[in-house]
């Protein structure tokens, strides 16, 4: 069974930065896609980023290309979110996603969230 945790939320200013990670056990997939998803206060579920296995698909909402960067660690079996330049409009609660492919839906397991507040 996958099972997956997050970490690295905070409180950060605008324009701050801020790295999440998002360990990842119980892979059986051969091809697993992995990603990032975004719920804010109020608002649905917000695609934010995606890997494949090989890490040649790399997929990233308008909202964020070009400030957020997605990459994996296979050694530490560790999925990251890197997140410059936040803006306030980047609050909400940040979820590691694993599907068995790509595209990453937001179907697939995830874990419990990690917050990232960004305060003007």
């Known amino acids: 069974q996958v099972h997956v945790v997050e970490s690295g939320g905070g409180s950060v200013l605008f324009g701050g930065s801020l790295r999440l990670s998002c360990v990842i056990s119980?892979?059986?997939?051969?091809?697993?896609?992995m990603g990032w998803y975004r719920q804010a206060p109020g608002k649905g579920d917000e695609f934010v980023s995606s890997?494949?296995?090989?890490?040649?698909?790399?997929r990233y909402a308008n909202s964020v290309k070009g400030r957020f960067t997605i990459s994996q660690d296979y050694a530490k079996n560790t999925l990251y979110l890197k997140m410059e330049s936040l803006k306030p409009e980047d609050t909400a609660m940040y979820y590691c996603?694993?599907?068995?492919?790509?595209?990453?839906?937001?179907?697939?397991?995830r874990g419990q969230g990690t917050q990232v507040t960004v305060s003007s």
């Open positions: 996603v694993v599907e068995a492919g790509c595209p990453v839906l937001g179907v697939g397991t």
């Open positions: 119980g892979l059986t997939w051969s091809e697993p896609c």
């Open positions: 890997i494949d296995s090989t890490g040649t698909d790399v």
